[in-house]
């Protein structure tokens, strides 16, 4: 599924660029035709909204249409995997979250890309903590309530997550661990499932990310019991982090989605690609926008995304230790 971004084509003039982009042959004319954008989501969520904020004043300032290449499917893998063997020319560019960069590493030995060595960082545009969230009719008020579910009748504390081996899923486990209680995971295929059977009773609780509880929380469908994170989620002020709330072992756990290009495309374009999408997520359109659907804008540079992806790599490979999380 494609559609593109329909933009007038803008004149960009070598006076216009940088004296280091006039000695990069292969930089100096781009883009001279159409980019995709690889979307290893389905169409309208998280990443896929996340992405629309971005495209189109992107389109507007590279004087080329961005069209979105949807390839959705095992956890954002299979998009990023067909990413890591595009060509290295700069027209095929990629979104990818943590789950799918510095975590699914973690558990396939077979991915079919290595991503620190077949993709290319060029941008993190957003960030946002996990949620806890529970029915905003639940009897659980705060999360000492569903411990002391869980601990009086074990068993009984349901918590459903985008599908195992998430992000959710492991916060779910470090969770338990660190309360000395058990809850049961269940696992969909996918958010939007997830957050339909906690609104009809299903499950009793659902951890997803803030793009999906923010919504959820302003309309007063849910109530946030805890998030990750050492320092409380701007969007949700009144809702207490985990380690306020005696674990400490969620404080790692973000989700963030950032641009990717595959290994090899030139460091000029690289640069061209990460300065336009830093000064798009710096206007107020997009700090606003970003704030109404439940993510905070990030800002780095393409070697600090590289930085982060190798830490972030190494720190969840231990929490998957910790909790011993297989994805089915």
Known sequence: MKWMIHVAALAIGLSALPGSWAQAPDAKAYPT???????????????????????????ARLGQPLYFDYRAGAGGTIGL?????????????????????????????????????????????AEMPLVLLVKADSPIKGYKDLVKMAADKPGSVTYGTPGSGSASH????????GSGVEFTHIPYKGTAPAIQD?????????????????????????????????????????????????????DELKVWFGVFAPAGVSKAIVARLAREIDQIISTEQFRTRSAELGFVPIH?????????VQEDTTRLAALVRRTGVKPD
């Not at 492991?170 to 338990?176: E, H, K, R, T």
């Open 33 to 59: 035709k159409p980019i995709r954008l690889v979307v290893p989501y389905a169409a309208g969520g998280g990443g896929d909204a996340v992405f629309r904020l971005v495209t189109e004043p992107l389109a």
């Open 81 to 125: 995997n067909l990413l890591s063997k595009a060509e290295a020319d700069g027209y095929s560019l990629g979104v990818g979250s943590s789950d799918a960069v510095a975590l699914a590493p973690n558990y396939h030995a077979r991915l079919g890309y290595d991503p620190q060595k077949d993709l290319l960082p060029i941008a993190i545009v």
């Open 170 to 177: 492991i916060m779910g486990a470090l969770l338990a661990s």
């Open 198 to 250: 906690l609104l009809g009773g299903q499950v009793t609780t659902i951890i997803t990310s803030g793009f999906d509880a923010v919504p959820l929380d302003k309309a007063g469908r849910v109530r946030a019991l805890a998030v990750s994170g050492t320092q409380r989620y701007a969007l949700l002020p009144k809702t207490p982090t985990a380690r306020e709330q005696g674990v400490d072992l969620v």
């Open 300 to 308: 780095t540079t393409p070697e600090q995304f590289q930085l982060r």
